[in-house]
């Protein structure tokens, strides 16, 4: 076994703290690259490490955190990526206090882009950029890899997959969440664990954003999916401001009062984050030794996610939903979208059968003459955009199931592998690799086994050769095969008894197409849901079906009842006792919507590919300009700001929803012969000096650029004097400040006072994790945002003015 891992299982490593706040005192530069100290001043960056190893770190991560080709360009050295990156693992190294024993981290960081479809890097792309990244680390001698400060899962996973693919090192994962209890991407704790369990990271868990005490329920939330090994790296509590000082409230018995239960969730790696001195690590060690820290993984389970919901699948859970419906078999019209590359027949489905009680949507996109790899792409795009539903994705074809599984947020059931030789060679890597689990069809080259007992071997021998690469049992759901009862009426017993004895006596998952049950006999939705109810009560754990067919859903959701799968009858009577109008019944038809609606609801779904012809319709029927962005695509964007403030939807489908307003209006501008439409306003950008937290700052500049102003990025870490300078130079109509620590809050202030001593006539605003509106009043910042929708939204009400 591995060293690092196998010292994890006796004892919790204390890992090092926070390097940037260290640079900086150490004389980092305003604007300066942190990585490239590794190459200029590579004693500044060791004697930081030493600091730590010296305190009692264990693990000393390695000073690469923006150490990506699209990080290091922001600095003309993206040609530097693998000098940097080896450099500072042997810097790393130098430090250990006791080689032999502690480890050597290569830190990994967001790129700062977005992956297609918000934004505009192809997943394969960013596999490339962290690819790089990583062969330099193992190039230069690290011991694991260490993903931190993700908001997005996404380029997560794909950050996880170039460390599985480019190294044969421990691979621990971390996402940042806001006291929200979500990244500011809209992904909640669990979510995230169950994506990286099933991509087999090492360890999970979280750093930045919160104090230990908050980050408490973060990790009890990953606890509750995942049996994985956690890590935690809180910020040293938020810093306050003292008589010009920056002051860390935290004191050594806070920091440590968390041991023991964290110890007892299985944290088996703790560290620090922005705010993080030798001091504190100093005083973490000590208490971690004085003691027990052992400490045994639950059983993993079988789970499901999407980037923001997780399902969980098994013998001793309640029936999962598998909505059937995006399936061109026997549908017309669907089939003909796919040929067409349009996605609203999907978007219509995955929202409806979602509302009608769905828990997951099979996807399947495999009609005569599409492209099937690029419709399952965009299908899943599609689906991802309106729901947060998880997504069992439906082919015998490994080029679209690959498109598919790149294309997908989180963690995806594939449907499926059966029993012959060739689909076990190329589904079950697959499957491996993207982390998905597998629905396991007891068929193989020899047809349909006609006994329990002949679909159980086979059952077995998928199960077998699926754990040979890897795939846990729990990952692995079995199909026993409902045949049409009407031409082989032994078949339903032999199915039902397959799925008891595989649920029974192996706590095996188990699912089926209930529907193939009636074909050929009269009065089906009975035959249906009567077979339905049998199979839940011989085990069933998902069910392929038709959530929008009432009688099915009767069924499942009495029998849920009756087994003991519905706690107090919760849902049952939710659906039933409830006389107000159900869910579908919300559902607006296509046809009965007005072009202005329909406008709106292709900026709310994120239509980019269909808003320009809607656009083009809406310019036949007679709308002109204005009636078409202010009456229809506006009012779609007002919803999207509404939804966003509910929690409802999150920011990747704003993103998704201006990059759609960008493409109507880019269509629209056309329409003004010549005339070009004026820029909304000038706004000039920045991360205050000091402080090299830009996710934010950035996700602001884009949400603004797609709503018609001209933004003036200046990067992060930059001096009052540079912003004052660009700021006369530029002419800008506003300038935004952020800034993520206290630390750095005093250098808005300074900002702010050199503007106004300078006469630069701007509208300021500031935002920021721990700015709030006293603050921004108290600086006298002309307006304050708690996000970056609401940036936007006051940017504009502002400038109206
Ligand atoms: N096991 C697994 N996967 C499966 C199946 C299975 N995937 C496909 C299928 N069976 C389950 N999905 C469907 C999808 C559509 C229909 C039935 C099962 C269907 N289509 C109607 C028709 O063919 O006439 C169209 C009616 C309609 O409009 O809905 O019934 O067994 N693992």
Redesign the pocket.
Known sequence: MNRFLETLQYRVLILDGAMGTMLQARGLEPGGCPELMNLEKPEVVASVHRDYAQAGAQIIVTNTFGGTRSKLEHYGLEDKVYEINVQAAKLARSALNDPANDFVAGSIGPTGRFVEPVGDASFDEMVDIYAEQVKALVAGGVDLLTCETFLDIRELKAAVMACREYSDLPVMAMMTFDDGGRTVLGTPPAAAAVMLEGLNVDIVGTNCGLGIDGMYEILAEMRAVCSCPLIAQANAGLPILKDGETIFPATPLEITSHHDHLIKLGVRVLGGCCGTTPEHIRVMRQAMDEREQSWTAPRRRGMLSSRTQVVEIGPQQPCAIIG??I?P???KAYSAELREGKTAYIRREAQQQTDAGAALL?V?CGAPGADEPLALERAVHAISGVVGTPLVL?SSDPVALERGLKAADGKVLI??VNGEEKSLTTILPLAKKYGAAV?A?TLDGQGIPKTAAGRLAIAERIISRAEAVGIPRCDIVV?C??LTVSAEQDQAIETLQAIRTLTQEQEMAT???V??ISFGLPRRPLMSATFFAMALQAGLSAA?I?PKDQPMMDAFRAAMVLLGKDLRAERYINAYADVQETATATVVDKQAQTMRERLAQAIIDGDKDGVVVLVEQALGEGLDVLQISNEGLLAGLEVVGQRFGENRIFLPQVLLSAETMKTAFGRLKQEMAGATMASEGKIMMATVEGDIHDIGKNIVCTLLENHGYEVIDLGKNVSSARIVEQALETKVDAVGLSALMTTTLQQMQVTIDALKAAGVKVFTMVGGAVVTQAYADEIGADLYAEDALEAVAKIKKLLKK
């Open positions: 059937e419906r399936n078999t026997g549908k099979d399947n439906d449907n499926s629905i069809l199909d095969l409902a699912v089926l197409g529907s193939n392929i038709n």
